[in-house]
């Protein structure tokens, strides 16, 4: 296999060949590839190589390794000059010569005499080589020395070998795959776990069942230490005092940068005892230091060997001593304590340590650390179900942050079903399963039905009681009529009344903001879904600086969030160069969060309609109706609207949920959809239009004051109502809303004999990339006669990938099968497999596993 990661060395090392006589030493630690390295060069160089091999002390025999290394007669017997001079003999006029003397730290003290004096009679065009690990040696400075002994006009030169950096792993690992590169997250693994050193690299891999992609991130992590590398730090163990072997331990055990002091608590070892088992560590290249002041082993699965080598009683007592060690600390890592206090057996400690450092994990926004630990302690059956209760509703609420919903939800399903009594507790419960089902789950009606059963039971808990009523509250959700939400929201302000804002009254502060601007008021709160629902209204300036804000404490369903509220914005605005790119990476971080992705479906099924894609538009809206049928109402509404003009669609139930929940402040695309003389649509009359027209008046929601205005131009066919409708759409910044009211004042020009304003809009829809839009405007011109001027077709990609091939190379390139690509993008399998089939040619690649290297992010 190809040397890697050694350009330099090996340029280094070939100067010193040509450069005769010479002596060359290549230093390093174990495992670097000090004897790869020669072998590289030794397979481009002529002359005759002789190599000789150290052993260890007790397996060595004096001079051995440079005798059998000449293999031919030489005096073995006599004074040490006569031997000396007959291998000076030997090796002199015999043409081109390089001896190499492999692994020095373990040479007798005869051989390094013998080497000494080749070194200082080197014959002319002779090179001695010799490698060793300093680590490993106590005569480091004889060795050394022997570039001391060179004569003049002969070359020294040292060759120092270092782990290799990331982006040689990364290139060595591929190699040893068969791929042509690795994600970054398993070179980055890869780098942590083997420190950098090849022969580590090697062994870790050679295993074939490791498998690729995630599934090798997860086997490396669970992977035991290669054989060879326990054998090799066993015997490096075995060499040093008892002081320095319970410090490596110690290490090992604590699996991270620990202080000497912490060190010595944890090996039991102190004073000057303990400072020379860290020197001896340090100097034998056990230790490292990453950084000023702490200390650990060097690579993850070192530490990982010398654990295994660890007898099962002394791990639990080593964890146990490191807990407490790491207890004394100000302030404590309570994650770290807890990992100790488990895996001693202190099962109380690591309860209240794990529950300290799941708090400690939210307070800092890492919410997935918190889950973490959280699952792990309800997986504890022996816990009391109280606690497991309290347990799960600070898991739920810290999962509601992440995104990653399904064992979350189970846990807490199964913590529910342990207790049929009625309690606060169980309420608190419920209230969180509540929220997570119905605000991100998709599952509405279950979760509506949680936080009614939670209202019922938080009597003692008003707060709590507070925060679902006004859940339940919110108006795009749910089949109750506005009368009764609006009654639920009074009663939570009540419940709430001026106390301290805690987390309960912050939460109904969010969902009366919501409830306000359900009914068409603006509300001043903050947070993503206050953004969503300035969108909704038309306030989309408004929308984007509270986005901005939002994204400043973004937890990854914020920011899931955000990036859908930004795709419907960037609709509208008719933003739409790399909107695709930016809905496909948005829908992968959305994959457990249906009802994100249904809006981001939404902006992809109307983004490909007005590009031409007809099928695969309908496919995504269909999609969307069928995530919706429980709410949010806004978002089915809308893909109904959209909908409607290729294909049934519900917009007469939509326009009477409109209605039952007063819900004219979001629903400008329904209504217009409604007066666009759809055969499907029944109750769009004057009546209904003149009772839209008096409901917005009183509102503050720009786009349904825009959707009033195009919806009289239909229905008075007026051209400058439909130019007010255009001018309305493009104060809020909607050029797409705006453009398409000026194709129906076009339209209703070209029916007087003038082509020119929808020839303009035709060529307006063409820069934006409505494609199918233009291509309409200009069939109604050609029908009426007005020669167009001849297009040219479609500008192809070329080599270059689609958005769609793009988007589903990255999904193959993930590891993701074709069947689940189709279920993810709600297209066809054999649809899928031609995008696959048509990247992978662009790319000139034969493998989906050599994808990754060819797609920029």
Not at 257 to 281: R, Y
Not at 448 to 463: F, K, M, Q
Not at 520 to 543: K, Q, T
Request: charged share 25%; with cysteine.
């Amino acid at each position: 296999m190809k040397l890697v990661g050694r350009e330099q060395e090996l340029r280094v090392l070939r100067s010193a060949l040509r450069a005769v006589p010479g002596l060359v030493l290549v230093v390093g630690e174990a495992g670097v590839g000090k004897s790869r390295l020669v072998a590289e060069v030794q397979g481009s160089h002529t002359g005759r190589w002789l190599v000789g091999q150290c052993r260890p002390v007790e397996e060595q025999i004096p001079l051995a390794p440079v005798l059998e290394a000449i293999g031919e007669p030489v005096l073995r017997s006599g004074t040490r000059h006569a031997v000396f001079s007959s291998v000076l003999e030997q090796l002199s006029g015999a043409g081109p010569t390089v001896l190499v003397v492999e692994d020095l730290h373990w040479a007798d003290p005869g051989t390094l005499q013998l080497l000494r004096f080749l070194a200082g009679r080197l014959p002319r065009e002779f090179v001695l080589i010799g490698t060793y690990r300093p680590e490993d040696t106590q005569h480091a400075g004889e060795i050394t020395a022997l570039a001391g002994c060179v004569p003049t006009g002969a070359r020294a030169t040292e060759v120092r070998v270092q782990p290799l950096e990331p982006p040689a792993v990364q290139e060595l690992a591929a190699g040893l795959l068969g791929v042509k590169s690795l994600p970054t997250a398993l070179a980055d693994e890869l780098v942590k776990r083997t420190g950098g050193l090849p022969f580590v690299v090697e062994e870790l891999l050679r295993d074939e069942t490791l498998g690729r992609g995630d599934t090798l991130l997860r086997a490396l992590a669970s992977k035991p230490a290669p054989v060879a590398l326990r054998a090799s730090l066993t015997i490096r163990l075995q060499q040093l005092p008892d002081s320095s072997r319970a410090v490596i331990r110690a290490a090992a055990v604590l699996d991270a940068p620990a202080s000497e002091a912490i060190l010595g608590v944890v090996a039991e070892v102190s004073g000057h005892q303990l400072t020379a088992a860290m020197d001896a560590g340090l100097a034998r290249g056990l230790l490292g230091e990453p950084k000023p002041g702490l200390y650990d082993l060097r690579h993850a699965l070192a530490r990982r060997a010398i654990y295994e080598t660890i007898p099962p009683d002394e791990v639990r007592r080593l964890h146990r001593r490191a807990a407490g060690a790491l207890a004394a600390v100000e302030p404590p890592d309570h994650a770290q304590i807890a990992v100790h206090s488990r895996l001693g057996g202190s099962l109380g400690d690591w309860m209240i340590h794990s529950e300290l450092a799941a708090e400690h994990a939210v307070s800092r926004g890492d919410h997935a650390a918190a889950v973490c630990q959280l699952t792990e302690m309800l997986e504890l059956e022996a816990l009391p179900w109280g606690d497991r209760a309290r347990l799960a509703v600070k898991l739920g609420q810290a999962a509601s942050a992440t995104g990653a919903l399904e064992d979350a939800v189970a846990t807490l399903r199964t913590v529910l079903g342990g207790s049929s009594v009625a309690s606060a507790v169980r309420g608190r419960l419920r209230l969180a399963l509540g929220l997570l089902l119905s605000e991100q789950a998709g599952e509405i009606c279950a979760g509506r039905r949680e936080l009614a059963a939670a209202v019922s039971e938080l009597g003692s808990d008003p707060e709590s009681a507070a925060w679902a009523l006004s859940a339940l509250a919110v108006p795009t959700m749910g089949p109750d009529s506005i009368a009764e939400q609006r009654g639920w929201l009074e009663h939570a302000l009540l419940l709430v009344g001026d106390h301290a804002e805690g987390a309960g009254q912050l939460a109904v502060r969010r969902n009366q903001a919501r409830f306000r601007l359900a009914l068409g008021e603006v509300d001043e709160a903050d947070g993503v879904e206050v953004a969503s629902g300035l969108a909704w209204l038309g306030h989309d300036r408004r929308s984007t600086a509270l986005l901005d804000r939002a994204a400043e404490t973004e937890n990854p369903f914020t920011r899931t969030a955000i990036a859908a509220v930004r795709a419907r914005l960037d609709f509208a605005a008719g933003n739409w160069s790399g909107l695709a790119d930016r809905l496909a990476r948005a829908r992968l971080e959305a994959a457990n969060l249906p009802l994100v992705r249904a809006e981001l479906d939404l902006v992809d099924g109307r983004l490909r309609l007005a590009q031409g894609d007809v099928a695969g538009g309908k496919q995504l809206l269909e999609s969307v109706l069928d995530t919706t049928v429980r709410g949010p109402w806004p978002l089915r509404a809308a893909a109904a609207a959209a909908l409607g003009p290729y294909a049934d669609a519900p917009v007469d139930e939509c326009i009477a949920m409109v209605i039952h929940k007063h819900g004219w402040a979001w629903a400008s695309d329904l209504l217009t959809c409604a007066f666009s003389g759809l055969p499907h649509s029944k109750v769009a009359t004057h009546e209904l239009a003149a009772r839209f027209t008096a409901a917005v008046d009183d509102l503050d929601a720009p786009a349904a004051t825009a959707a009033v205005s195009l919806i009289h131009a239909v229905l008075e066919q007026s051209p400058d109502l439909f130019t007010t409708a255009a001018d309305q759409y493009r104060a809020m910044g909607r050029h797409y809303d705006e453009s398409i009211a000026l194709e129906a004042r076009g339209r209703l020009l070209l029916a007087h004999g003038d082509p020119n304003d929808l020839i303009s809009i035709a060529n307006t829809y063409e820069a934006m990339g409505a494609r199918a839009d233009a291509r309409r405007c200009r069939e109604a011109l050609r029908e009426a006669g007005v020669p167009i001027t001849p297009k040219r077709g479609r500008r192809g990609y070329g080599n270059a990938l689609s958005p769609r091939e793009l988007e589903v190379a990255r999904l193959a390139a993930e590891g993701l099968s074709n069947t689940r690509i189709a279920a993810t993008l709600t297209l066809s399998v054999s649809t899928i497999e031609d995008h696959l089939s048509h990247a992978m040619r662009k790319l000139e690649v034969h493998s989906r596993h050599d994808l990754a290297p060819h797609l920029t992010r």
